[in-house]
């Protein structure tokens, strides 16, 4: 068995030209989504990231600016920009680029975002909606994981999900989507003793983990759905995932590929939540 590639990239395009359309709609009624993007610092990701998102806006007709602030800003400024963006009606979506320097709180700032302008998906309004199965923002990277497998066709009611890792942005979130979606669902993490045991009895495995080429072929069970949402930077400055692509692909029906796998989709569902903070907005709701 040879797994049949998921393509990131290429769901991701079909997407966005859907949205394009939703968006030449939208700007018919004298509407234009507005997202607002703020970087602090000059972290090198994550200016590449912020690129990413605004060429992906571009394509898409969603508006978009970038607040670039000094890594020395005060937490109390930063948070005041932000109250000044949730007051603004023009703006429908405010993201922090994170992570943010140490001296200023993540939460505190991911608490203070309106959380109807909130398209990371990150606020705890947001998170709760999200865990009793309501309409919300759902957090970017979980949602195009389930994109991605629901583009073919895959079941996931009754099935086994295996999520390695239990991070806030992707992991715990993506174990709660699948739940949503019927799947039977087990956390692994770094405290699991006999990984192997969880991951063998698995029909879909989300790894999240961070550590690149962790899972080989001999993690999986013969069939299973691998979703690699790991980024590794190698020494000859190419990008892995956390899965052992060539070897597992031999065993796995279905596989996402590092890079053109998870990557490309968190970008079109933060805008696909823009859009989404749009119809909110302009709804009353």
Do not use: W
């Amino acid at each position: 068995m040879v797994a049949e590639i998921i393509d990131g990239k290429k769901l991701s395009h079909e997407l966005k030209m859907k949205m394009k359309e939703e968006v030449n709609q939208l700007k018919k009624t004298g509407v234009t989504p507005h997202l607002t993007v703020i970087l602090v610092g000059d972290n090198p990701a994550s200016k590449s990231y912020v690129k990413g998102k605004e060429k992906a806006c571009e394509e898409t007709g969603i508006s978009s600016d970038l607040i670039e602030l000094n890594e020395t800003i005060t937490e109390d400024e930063l948070l005041a920009q932000i109250v000044k963006l949730n007051n603004d009606k023009s703006v429908h979506g405010i993201l922090v680029q994170l992570p943010l320097p140490n001296h200023i709180e993540e939460q505190k700032v991911i608490e203070i975002i309106s959380p109807e302008k909130d398209v990371d998906g990150f606020h705890p309004v947001n998170i709760g909606r999200m865990m009793t199965g309501q309409d919300t923002f759902l957090p970017c990277t979980p949602h195009g994981i389930i994109k991605m497998l629901k583009s073919k066709n895959i079941s996931i009611e009754g099935k086994h999900a295996v999520v390695l890792g239990r991070s806030n942005i992707v992991g715990k979130p993506v174990g709660q989507l699948l739940l949503n979606e019927n799947a039977t669902v087990t956390y692994c993490h770094s405290r699991t003793p006999n990984l192997k045991e969880y991951t063998k009895n698995a029909d879909i495995l989300v790894v999240a983990l961070g550590k690149a080429h962790f899972v080989d072929e001999n993690h999986i069970k013969e069939g299973a759905v691998v979703i690699d949402v790991g980024i590794n930077r190698t020494e000859d400055g190419s990008l892995t995932g956390d899965v052992n692509f060539d070897k597992v692909k031999e065993k796995a029906s279905y596989i996402t590929p590092v890079p053109r796998g998870v990557g490309p989709m968190t970008i079109t569902m933060l805008l696909s939540n823009t859009i989404k903070a749009v119809k909110g907005l302009t709804s009353g709701e």
